[in-house]
Nanobody, 127 residues
C-alpha cells in the first residue's frame, strides 16, 4: 500500500529558504513512478509546481522555476522540495503526489492523473 508523508513545513521570513520532504512507502522512488509537488491555498485550486520522474528528470512550472528545486534520496526513499527566495504568496499547504505515467508539465496542470497524495505540510512566509 502506497503512503506519502510530507514533513518540514513551517514559518519562514520572505527571502528565506525551506526544504520539505515526502517520505514514501509502498514503492521505491526509482521504480517507475512520477512524483510531484503541489500547493493549495484555502478557497483556491490546487496548483502543480514541480515533478520528477523515476530517472531523476525534473519539470517545473514557470512561477517557481529557478526558485524551487526537486531532489530525491533513494536510500531514504524520500522526495524533497527545496524552496529559495520565498515570498508571502508562497504561503500554502504543500502536497506531494505520485502516479505511474507521463511526468511532464501537462501532468502538473491537473490533479486528476495523480493517484496517491500525502496529507500536506503547511508553509507560511511572512513579509
Amino acid at each position: 500500500q502506497v503512503h506519502l508523508v510530507e514533513s518540514g513545513g513551517g514559518s519562514v521570513q520572505a527571502g528565506g529558504s525551506l526544504r520539505i520532504s515526502c517520505s514514501v512507502s509502498g514503492y521505491t522512488v526509482d521504480s517507475g513512478y512520477c512524483m510531484g509537488w503541489f500547493r493549495q491555498v484555502p478557497g483556491q485550486k490546487r496548483e502543480g509546481l514541480a515533478a520528477m520522474d523515476d530517472g531523476g528528470t525534473t519539470t517545473y512550472v514557470d512561477s517557481v522555476k529557478g526558485r524551487f528545486h526537486v531532489s530525491k534520496d533513494s536510500a531514504k526513499n524520500t522526495l524533497y522540495l527545496r524552496m529559495d527566495s520565498l515570498k508571502p504568496e508562497d504561503t500554502a499547504m504543500y502536497y506531494c503526489a505520485a502516479h505511474i505515467g507521463f511526468c511532464s508539465r501537462p501532468e502538473l496542470l491537473t490533479d486528476l492523473v495523480w493517484k496517491y497524495w500525502g496529507q500536506g505540510t503547511q508553509v507560511t512566509v511572512s513579509s
